[in-house]
């Protein structure tokens, strides 16, 4: 494990810039208070409210300012709950809607990081009767989960829908979603060590582990928040039995559910369907938790990949997140999946937002013994008690930085920023009051890759993919008008009156 302080850097440049979009847009009129009790149109209570407020609290986080509405939306929730404490219908005993379970996922995870922050009592309360009202009772339920690929239906949009009912389980086209609550449960339990939620948890876990996943063309979006909450309750109770399920799931994913540009395809197995933001959110934060957790170094690596390449892209210029045809067995070319600029302004345009904060949090990991480790390049700040560190950069795009140490005490640690292959070390050492200047340089190059789901090539220039509009290219990698090989991380600045011309073709 990589013990490190959490010392949240103070981040500048193009990831704040990408802050500053996602927060402008979930200031819409979609995402204010009482319109996000009314926009759920398909069947899935507390989802959009849960995470326009998960959303918000990452925000607040990220920018160490309260929201424009987060506290009116959170004095509002209590009016819409039902009876029971929760949002939707109260069903009978012994019978469960995976997609109010999912849904719900994301209103408890956003309830417990809000009264984190806040200390809200009447917060508490509403955390504790969504647990022991809708979420306990599952206990010895989730044995009769349906597991059997013959049951499940393989149909489904980009919002899910329910598909039918099999025992006690109305269940989704968003197979398996019903684990999705195993993120925010372990987010409960992190906090309040309650035993009857643990005993669900394992539950849960024990026969999550025994899913075909590719077989039930499990939704990828589900697999990779039910890993987040495996490894969350791996923290908590260092059982390596929960880390090693993550390990072996996510390696699933790695090689059956990630496209060439390392965003996902929706369901394992289902090429030709297109990527979700959320779930690319959530392979970025694994994968950088399985680097600190274990590491290793390809995850590390990995993590860089999915930020530039698969996460980058799917932000749009209004700051939201869309989604994308998927490069692979269905096509070379990487675009926008429907018409418009594709946003998923139901739950990806919120899912990216805490993908940001967590980027925010992760720019610089300070070990205790004072090393800093820079998986992301960018730019940052980071105070600690011994001094004060500057870190600028274009990294990716460049391979050069400079650090500016002002010491408060005696100080002798390495910097490791992460290069095209491995993290690379550079020393600091100053006296208590000496300003310390380092001008670094990272291993980058041009290089080519054999492309993973399908037969070709790929151009990266270190982590960075890069992709042309164009078919032909000569030697010098660049096309026949000469547009040249550019990397994805530019989405963001593509106009809706350019967006129907745009692709990227990135396999070759």
Same mark, same amino acid.
């Given at each position: 494990?990589?013990?490190?302080?959490f010392?949240?850097?103070? /981040?500048?440049g193009?990831?704040?810039?990408?802050?500053?979009?996602?927060?402008?847009r979930?200031c819409?009129?979609?995402?204010?208070?009482?319109a996000?009790y009314?926009?759920?149109?398909?069947?899935?209570?507390?989802?959009?409210?849960?995470r326009t407020?998960?959303?918000?609290?990452?925000?607040?986080?990220a920018?160490?300012?309260?929201?424009a509405y987060?506290?009116?939306i959170?004095?509002?929730?209590?009016?819409?709950?039902?009876?029971?404490?929760?949002?939707g219908k109260?069903l009978?005993?012994g019978?469960?809607?995976e997609?109010q379970l999912s849904?719900?996922?994301?209103?408890?995870?956003?309830?417990?990081?809000?009264e984190?922050?806040s200390g809200?009592?009447?917060?508490l309360?509403?955390i504790?009767?969504? /647990?022991s009202n809708?979420?306990l009772?599952l206990?010895?339920?989730?044995?009769?989960?349906?597991l059997?690929?013959?049951i499940?239906k393989t149909?489904?949009?980009?919002s899910?829908t329910? !598909?039918?009912?099999?025992g006690?389980?109305?269940?989704?086209?968003?197979?398996?979603? $019903? %684990?999705?609550?195993?993120?925010g449960?372990?987010r409960y339990?992190?906090?309040?060590?309650?035993k009857?939620?643990?005993k669900?948890?394992?539950?849960?876990?024990?026969v999550?582990?025994?899913i075909d996943?590719?077989g039930?063309h499990?939704q990828?979006?589900?697999?990779?928040s039910?890993v987040?909450?495996?490894?969350k309750?791996?923290?908590?109770t260092?059982?390596k039995e929960?880390l090693?399920?993550?390990? !072996?799931v996510?390696?699933?994913?790695k090689t059956c559910?990630m496209?060439?540009?390392?965003?996902?395809?929706?369901?394992?197995?289902?090429?030709?369907?297109?990527?979700?933001p959320?779930?690319?959110?959530?392979?970025l934060?694994? $994968?950088?938790?399985?680097?600190?957790?274990?590491?290793?170094?390809?995850y590390?690596?990995? $993590?860089?990949?999915i930020?530039y390449?698969?996460?980058?892209y799917?932000?749009?210029?209004n700051?939201g997140?869309?989604?994308?045809?998927t490069v692979?067995?269905?096509?070379?070319?990487?675009?926008?999946?429907?018409?418009g600029?594709?946003?998923?302004?139901?739950?990806?345009?919120?899912?990216?937002?805490?993908?940001?904060?967590y980027?925010?949090?992760n720019?610089?990991? /300070?070990?205790?013994?004072?090393? /800093?480790?820079?998986p992301?390049?960018g @730019?940052?700040?980071v105070?600690?008690?011994?001094?004060?560190?500057?870190?600028? @950069?274009?990294?990716?795009?460049?391979?050069? %930085?400079?650090?500016?140490v002002?010491?408060?005490?005696?100080v002798?640690f390495?910097i490791?920023?992460?290069?095209?292959?491995?993290?690379?070390? %550079?020393?600091v050492? $100053?006296?208590k009051g000496?300003?310390?200047?380092?001008s670094?340089?990272?291993?980058?190059?041009?290089?080519?890759?054999?492309?993973?789901?399908?037969?070709?090539?790929?151009?990266?220039y270190?982590?960075?993919?890069?992709?042309?509009?164009n078919?032909?290219?000569?030697?010098?990698?660049? !096309?026949?008008?000469?547009?040249?090989?550019r990397?994805?991380?530019?989405m963001?600045?593509?106009?809706?009156?350019n967006?129907?011309?745009e692709?990227r073709?990135?396999?070759?």
């Amino acid at each position: 494990m990589i013990e490190h302080f959490f010392m949240k850097p103070e /981040v500048r440049g193009e990831l704040m810039e990408r802050v500053l979009l996602n927060a402008a847009r979930l200031c819409s009129g979609i995402y204010r208070p009482n319109a996000i009790y009314t926009q759920d149109k398909n069947g899935w209570p507390g989802d959009w409210e849960g995470r326009t407020i998960l959303a918000l609290v990452s925000h607040m986080k990220a920018l160490e300012r309260e929201p424009a509405y987060l506290r009116e939306i959170i004095r509002d929730i209590p009016e819409h709950l039902n009876e029971k404490g929760y949002l939707g219908k109260v069903l009978p005993d012994g019978v469960f809607d995976e997609q109010q379970l999912s849904g719900h996922n994301w209103l408890l995870s956003g309830l417990v990081e809000y009264e984190y922050l806040s200390g809200d009592e009447n917060v508490l309360q509403m955390i504790k009767s969504i /647990v022991s009202n809708l979420y306990l009772p599952l206990t010895g339920y989730y044995k009769t989960y349906p597991l059997d690929p013959e049951i499940r239906k393989t149909g489904g949009s980009y919002s899910g829908t329910v !598909s039918s009912r099999v025992g006690s389980w109305i269940l989704s086209t968003d197979i398996g979603c $019903a %684990f999705m609550c195993l993120d925010g449960l372990s987010r409960y339990y992190e906090l309040f060590r309650d035993k009857k939620v643990l005993k669900l948890l394992s539950e849960m876990i024990s026969v999550f582990k025994k899913i075909d996943f590719v077989g039930t063309h499990m939704q990828t979006h589900a697999t990779l928040s039910a890993v987040r909450g495996i490894l969350k309750l791996y923290k908590v109770t260092s059982k390596k039995e929960h880390l090693d399920v993550a390990e !072996s799931v996510f390696e699933l994913y790695k090689t059956c559910g990630m496209t060439e540009n390392y965003a996902n395809f929706n369901w394992f197995g289902r090429f030709d369907t297109w990527t979700e933001p959320c779930a690319i959110t959530d392979s970025l934060i694994v $994968a950088t938790d399985l680097y600190i957790l274990t590491g290793k170094i390809s995850y590390l690596k990995l $993590a860089a990949r999915i930020y530039y390449n698969a996460f980058c892209y799917a932000q749009r210029y209004n700051g939201g997140f869309g989604t994308d045809k998927t490069v692979g067995p269905a096509g070379k070319y990487l675009s926008p999946a429907g018409p418009g600029i594709s946003e998923a302004y139901w739950c990806c345009t919120m899912r990216g937002a805490e993908g940001l904060a967590y980027l925010c949090e992760n720019s610089a990991l /300070v070990k205790k013994n004072y090393d /800093v480790i820079v998986p992301f390049g960018g @730019s940052f700040t980071v105070h600690s008690m011994e001094y004060r560190l500057d870190f600028e @950069s274009r990294i990716p795009y460049e391979d050069t %930085f400079d650090v500016k140490v002002l010491a408060l005490e005696d100080v002798s640690f390495k910097i490791l920023v992460l290069g095209e292959e491995d993290l690379e070390e %550079f020393h600091v050492d $100053a006296k208590k009051g000496e300003k310390f200047h380092l001008s670094g340089k990272i291993s980058i190059s041009h290089h080519d890759e054999i492309a993973f789901t399908v037969d070709g090539k790929k151009h990266f220039y270190g982590n960075l993919l890069l992709g042309t509009p164009n078919l032909t290219l000569n030697r010098e990698g660049v !096309s026949d008008d000469g547009n040249a090989l550019r990397p994805l991380t530019d989405m963001k600045d593509v106009m809706p009156e350019n967006i129907k011309g745009e692709g990227r073709q990135i396999v070759f």
